[in-house]
């Protein structure tokens, strides 16, 4: 039996963007003494405690002196998409502060809505039944956050992604692509936006607030009547206004790369960039910005990689997904602007035809009705992968890199972590099971949410028109890219339609597979509906691997 001693420096400490998440625990004989700089340090070392108690590995000489390498280490949740409930965000919420990470990032405005009230504008969420936040609802969870160490921070994203605020249009809101949800540069559609992210900003406390600005113009080319001009000027005056707010503006990483060589484009100085793409951390540092890692092939967890334990084989994914060194390179004058990352669980999978145009497999989730079953599927494919990208961004450790991984020192604080979760009531991935959007393991045999699986509703046909060898069709496996159910081979000429279920390309020549790139894994995934197309199959030699971004 220990008796246990907290000692906090300032019980004041705010938490923000600085706040000092160190802390010392020390073990001398039956005492344990905790001294941290601020409460939230504490709560940190408690949470170490508590897993030296479980795990069995308390001795009576301990000395620790541990704090986070990145001031940033957070979840971003799609709650536009698809409305996720006030209770399964608290279970998150805690899920995150038991895996020492600080920042809910809330994605509240896209294609079918915006699920924050505003009293400003009613019309927002009139339509929306029960499937929104009050703001008393988000003051409180803003709270219950804050009590556990964890920033809240909102996101409307502009000037892209913004159908979800048509219900504007009435006021003068205007969009360049009324397809694509673009919003017009307008004296207008300025004047509505300042005021709604006025009122949002009074909601949530913390010193950053995202202005979304990700695809308005993908690959160069600007959709309806956009102009990347326009696009910019939105931007622009997004940044703008929530400096003026006296907050810290944060956008996806296109404000500052589109278009390739115009960079910073419409970033301005002190914006902090999320980097969903692949570009280096270095290349935003090197023109003064922040930057927080998100890389869209490591980061997003519902790529549904990192759940089968054991792994089976080579091709398993486990360790290579969310275990990354997020600040590559960052060092000397650039370790500044470092701030961390976040790993991303988006809702597309979950919103279907009328509510969004083209994904939705699993749309059958989206009704208020469906709401617990939603939360296993959805809660279900945030952790352990969350947790082990909260354990690089704590301390990235260079050994375990992901050819190294998974080893039997890594799985096992997975699988421990894992049983800490559940046992505390937080959703997570069963040891040893498999995890997706519609199933979970359930013993040996497959849970299915809907009590069904829910097949792809596909039909392509492929035909190798361009490959001199054999083109490999497989049925893929959840966190897997090289193994799977054998569909067909093509010779040259070749075709085979694939119905109903998900698939991967691969190359045969002679003896040796030659793997499909990592879009390979998008290829008839869940967010496809409705697909019938008929594809040709060609080649490309270019080493895409080592090309430079």
């Known amino acids: 039996m220990h008796s246990l001693v907290v000692s906090v420096a300032s019980e004041d400490e705010k938490l923000g963007r600085d706040t000092d998440e160190s802390y010392t625990l020390q073990v001398t004989g039956d005492t344990a003494t905790i001294k941290a700089a601020s409460t939230y340090g504490a709560m940190h070392g408690l949470e170490t405690f508590s897993q030296l108690i479980l795990t069995r590995n308390l001795r009576r000489s301990v000395m620790i002196k541990d704090k986070p390498m990145y001031k940033h280490r957070g979840l971003m949740v799609d709650t536009a998409r698809r409305f996720v409930p006030i209770s399964l965000l608290q279970k998150l919420i805690d899920g995150l502060s038991y895996s020492k990470m600080n920042v809910l990032h809330l994605h509240l405005t896209d294609e079918p809505a915006c699920r924050l009230q505003s009293t400003t504008f009613p019309e927002l969420t009139k339509d929306l039944g029960s499937a929104f936040y009050t703001q008393s609802d988000m003051a409180s969870l803003v709270k219950y956050a804050q009590a556990r160490g964890v920033r809240v921070i909102p996101e409307v994203d502009v000037p892209a992604h913004a159908w979800g605020l048509r219900p504007l249009k009435a006021r003068g809101l205007s969009y360049c692509s009324e397809e694509n949800g673009v919003i017009d540069n307008t004296p207008e559609s300025l004047q509505l936006l300042d005021a709604l992210m006025k009122e949002f900003a009074t909601i949530f406390p913390d010193p950053v607030m995202h202005f979304g600005a ?64 692949q570009q280096a951390p270095t290349t935003f540092a090197s023109k003064g910005f922040g930057v927080l890692d998100s890389t869209y092939k490591q980061m997003y967890l519902n790529q549904q990689c990192c759940r089968v334990v054991p792994p089976a084989g080579p091709g398993e994914k486990y360790g290579m997904c969310f275990w990354r060194d997020s600040g590559e390179g960052m060092t000397g004058s650039f370790a500044p602007l470092m701030e961390g990352g976040e790993v991303a669980m988006w809702s597309d999978n979950y919103c279907g035809a009328p509510h969004c145009r083209i994904n939705g497999t699993y749309g059958w989730m989206y009704e208020p009705e469906q709401d617990d079953v939603f939360m296993e599927s959805f809660g279900n494919s945030v952790f352990p992968g969350a947790a082990a990208a909260a354990g690089s961004l704590w301390k990235y450790d260079a050994a375990l890199t992901p050819k190294s991984l998974p080893s039997t020192d890594f799985v096992n604080s997975i699988n421990a972590h894992v049983d800490r979760l559940r046992a505390r009531g937080v959703p997570s991935c069963a040891n040893g099971c498999s995890c997706d959007w519609g199933s979970a393991c359930l013993g040996d045999t497959t849970k299915f949410y809907g009590g069904r699986d829910t097949p792809y509703n596909v039909r392509v046909k492929l035909t190798n028109t361009g490959c001199d060898f054999n083109v490999h069709i497989k049925q893929k496996k959840v966190c897997n890219t090289k193994t799977g159910h054998d569909l067909a081979s093509l010779k040259k000429g070749d075709s085979y339609t694939v119905v109903g279920q998900d698939f991967i390309l691969s190359g045969i020549d002679g003896t040796t597979e030659k793997d499909g790139d990592q879009f390979s894994v998008w290829v008839g995934d869940g967010t496809w509906m409705n697909v019938d197309l008929d594809l040709k199959v060609t080649c490309d030699g270019t080493d895409y691997i080592n090309m430079a971004p």
């Open 214 to 277: 990700d695809e308005a113009c993908k690959h160069n080319e600007c959709p309806g009547n956009c102009t990347q001009e326009g696009v910019h000027a939105v931007e622009e005056h997004m940044q703008t206004t929530l400096k003026s707010l006296g907050k810290t503006p944060m956008g996806w990483n296109d404000v500052f790369s589109d278009p390739k060589g115009g960079e910073p484009n419409a970033a301005l100085p002190g914006t902090l960039i999320q980097n969903w793409g």
